[in-house]
């Protein structure tokens, strides 16, 4: 009887174990048969690749100097900045959770393949609020890298008012602006996230504009005029004219004016239709064609890329 017992629960563990072996298997294959996420390519053209390199340089600079002001390097005894740590830490973190794929792969492109240039140039001794070496080192590591060519370069090289002009510094302002968009995850940004984007642009004059002077007496007045009572369709000539572009080109067409025109136009006080003859597009970077000699008549040469973006040679795969 007792043999007969032990004989059952040794059969009984055994089957247990069995079991226990042949429910591993089944998770270990359910676990074989899930995909892996797709790593997918990002597809950029060398105007977006400018426009990334512009970014990473601003960000990385507004990163360091955010850190400089923080309490813990107030705190700290030693008063060197590790820019490395910061750089590995930026195309991936918050200061760019709020743009696009483009922008987030070009930069990471370009700290693969120019890390010196982008971030060496930073190195040294800089004194609190002493911005205009951005804008040098713009030049330096977005221009002899040739990640910004043509007359992106050149507008970069040299970004002055043609005249000290309302009308010539709500065009630069408003260049500005749209300069900001073009890095958006969202071409309309909601309400909060545009806010501090405006936040920051009279601010940051002195990092994009070789004349900054007479652009920061402007500036604060002008954003003002821009949003209106608030930051709605409504009340905002800008807002208006963002919303306007972009159900334009959902619905497969194109603003007849730049965000420029419409924008600095309908502003009482900067602007008349005469200071657009041909509804030029005076933006500072974001005027992508190259091409002097097309005369296609196309009136919103604001939507053009510069030469190669539609061709296989203008594109970057990353």
């Known amino acids: 009887m007792k043999k007969t017992i032990v004989l059952f629960i040794f059969l009984a563990i055994l ?13 270990k294959k359910k676990k074989k048969k ?3 996420k797709e790593v997918q390519s990002v597809e950029i053209t060398q105007w977006d690749y400018c426009h990334a390199c512009i970014t990473v340089v601003e960000q990385f600079n507004r990163a360091v100097e955010d850190y400089a ?10 008063k060197n900045i590790n820019g490395n740590k ?12 709020n743009y696009s794929d483009k922008m987030k792969w070009g930069c990471m492109k370009l700290l693969q393949d120019n890390y010196e240039a982008i971030i060496g140039g930073f190195r040294g001794t800089r004194n609190a609020g002493e911005r205009n070496v951005v804008l ?36 630069a302002v408003t260049t500005d602006i749209d300069n900001l968009l073009i890095r958006e995850k969202n071409p ?12 920051d642009i009279c601010g940051d004059i002195s990092i994009r504009h070789d004349d900054p002077a ?23 000539v800008l807002v208006r004219a963002i919303k306007l572009r972009k159900s334009l080109e959902t619905s497969g067409l194109k603003l007849t004016k730049t965000l420029q025109n419409k924008v600095c136009s309908e502003l009482q006080g900067y602007c008349e239709e005469a200071d657009f003859p041909d509804d030029e597009d005076p933006s500072a970077v974001g005027d992508s064609d190259d091409d002097d000699d097309d005369d296609d008549g196309d009136e919103d040469e604001e939507e053009e890329k510069n030469d190669g973006e539609d061709s296989d040679e203008g594109k970057k795969e990353l």
């Open 188 to 199: 309309v940004p909601r309400r909060a996230r545009l806010s501090d984007l405006l936040l």
């Open 69 to 78: 002001a923080s309490r813990e390097f107030r705190m700290s005894e030693d």
């Open 15 to 27: 089957l247990l174990s069995m079991q226990q072996i042949t429910d591993a298997k089944k998770r």
């Open 136 to 171: 040098e080192h713009k030049r330096k590591g977005c221009v002899e890298t040739k990640a910004c060519i043509g007359h992106m370069a050149d507008k970069l090289v040299s970004n002055q008012l043609p005249q000290k002009t309302k009308c010539e510094a709500c065009k």
């Open 34 to 36: 899930k995909k892996k």
């Open 86 to 97: 910061i750089a590995d830490d930026l195309c991936n973190g918050t200061y760019y959770e």
């Open 214 to 236: 007479y652009l920061e007496t402007l500036c604060d007045d002008l954003i003002d005029d821009m949003i209106g009572e608030s930051l709605s369709e409504e009340n905002s």
